[in-house]
């Protein structure tokens, strides 16, 4: 009820046009570009992203997603994510229909996800999988931050991957043995999370990995 009175009080706009009634209109999803296929980082992470994170638009609803907890900015992502997977889930569950595939958010480390108070990518994870919950199985907690990293921008290519490595570690590793991953984030810049993250989870168990970003 609260909610309803607050959007009533202070309707939305959006981030891209400032329309009046969405917090980022069909209008401005349409126009925006999307990302490369053969980008750098998501060519290097097996990745794959949907728009490209220069256009204000999306650089701006990332941003509101990240440091508003914004779920109806997850909610539109979390769409526009299924979509770009629904063919390529659809047959990994016709190939493997008695094992639920397990949709694994990047983690945050645990001092940071305090400070924060959530997780983006999770709520981006939990948007994309309720659009079939009895195949597509959040598991927030099974890939695990073990340290806090640097901001991957502010480094050099070597540094990056050292700044990484050993960075992720896997609780219960039983939970993953066998099933598909799908590891999604909300921005891919340089793919190395993607990577070392996708290597920890093949590592421990995981029958294959499909990491997916909403922007690159």
């Not at 706009?13 to 349409?30: D, H, P, T, V, W």
């Not at 094992?99 to 924060?116: A, G």
């Not at 921008?153 to 609780?171: H, T, Y």
Request: glycine share 6%.
């Amino acid at each position: 009820m609260l909610s309803t009175i607050f959007s009533f009080l202070f309707p939305d706009y959006c981030l891209g046009c400032r329309k009046k009634g969405e917090l980022l209109c069909k209008s401005c999803l349409a126009h925006a570009p999307h990302s490369l296929e053969d980008a750098g980082g998501l060519k290097a992470a097996n990745a794959r992203a949907i728009f490209a994170y220069k256009n204000p638009a999306i650089k701006k609803a990332l941003h509101f997603l990240k440091y508003n907890r914004a779920r109806r900015i997850a909610d539109i992502f979390g769409l526009y994510l299924y979509e770009e997977m629904i063919e390529e889930v659809a047959e990994e569950l016709l190939l493997h229909g008695d094992n639920p595939l397990l949709v694994v958010p990047i983690p945050l480390y645990s001092k940071r996800l305090r400070e924060r108070g959530f997780n983006q990518s999770e709520l981006l994870a939990r948007s994309f999988a309720k659009y079939n919950l009895e195949k597509l199985i959040v598991e927030p907690s099974v890939l695990i931050k073990t340290r806090q990293t640097k901001n991957q921008m502010e480094l050099k290519r070597r540094e990056r991957l050292e700044n990484l490595e050993g960075c992720f570690s896997i609780k219960s590793p039983e939970t993953i043995h066998g099933h598909i991953i799908i590891l999604i984030d909300d921005i891919i810049t340089t793919g190395a999370t993607m990577r070392e993250a996708k290597k920890v989870l093949l590592q421990s168990g995981a029958r294959k990995v499909i990491c997916l970003a909403v922007a690159h």
